[in-house]
């Protein structure tokens, strides 16, 4: 929040986030210990339910995200299958058509009765007389491969015809499913919104407060526990990754949008899979398959460009700027944004090309004005 307050606007299916300037008064009590009026609830119990539903809110994005690929996936899949049959199809009516003609022929070079061939050309189920191979023989070599042709395309085009079927009713599977997954994103911004609609400004400005110095504690607690190695030990980039990275700070100050990924707007992990995807290296889409498909690297061995991935359920993700420092798109409402690296519970890390070797002489780059500011937690 950092002394704004959200709004939510709905547009027809989709809800995009507004920020609108709100004067607040100081907060007159010390916010972790403020005494909550008749049904009022403390600072740190709204902290921790707007965080519970923000972490909600980003899990379905993901999970809408993770359907929206996979269906685009099952349409390329479709059109493939679909553009296959058409050729088989066509295929099949070229042997039919050569069937007909040899059997044409047969007729008009001959005055007894069709020979054993030409009625298997024409029997209603070729592969069975196929099975005779005492036919084949008197058939010929060419008639035999004609014969064959025909089979193989009638085959070819049923197989085709029933894989096209499954992948269309797959495909619906997975609409219905990216709906839910839509609808589940809707549902946890009306609780978002719910919930700040109802507080004062007073309230506003100590949930800010509140959060600006659990950022502050987890990241002491983290660096004082060695986990990120010796203090001051820069490590660089590759070269991809510094590229990713300079991305990712071109984008500060865009605003956070469900299942966006650029690039006027972004979620988390369309932030992380755009600037790689910019850098040369496709990613997957979701910080779930980030963290599931990538190498994995400890937090000690962290370099600038690597991701670090947030929460038990990787639900959230975040670009390592170096310093104990990330950049990424913190959750609806806010702006993409530099952070401490623990403002959020941190899973692990992981790194989209291991085997690059780092640059020599990097230095981190300047953060543009306004960096920081802003909410941090996802």
Known sequence: MSGRLLRWVCTGSALSALVTAAPLAPYPVTAAHAAPGPGRRTVTELLTDLQRLYRRAEESTEQYNAAEEQLKDKRREVAE???GLARARAAAHDGRAAAGRLARQQYQNSTVE???????????DPQGVLDQRHVLHRAGAERAATVTRLVEGARRADALA?????????????????????????ARLREVEGLLSALSADELAALGRAEERGAERAQRTLVASGALGAPGAGRAPSARGARALRYALKQIGKPYAWGAKGPSAFDCSGLTQRAW???????????????????????RGLRPGDLVVYFPKA??????????KVVHAPHPGARVKVSPLATNPVLGAVRPDPRAASLSGYRLPRLPAGATRGADAG
Request: no cysteine; aromatic share 6%; glycine share 8%.
């Open 162 to 186: 029933d894989a096209a079927r499954r992948a269309l009713a797959a495909r619906e599977s997975l609409a219905q499913r990216q709906k839910s997954a839509r609808d589940k994103v809707h």
């Open 114 to 124: 069709f020979s054993p061939y030409v009625r298997l050309l024409l029997a209603r």
């Open 315 to 324: 639900t959230h993700v975040a670009l390592y700027l170096g310093g104990g």
């Open 81 to 83: 299958l679909d553009r």
């Open 277 to 299: 995807g910019v850098a040369g290296r496709g990613i997957p889409r979701t910080s779930q398959q980030q963290w599931a498909r990538l190498p994995r690297v400890p937090l």
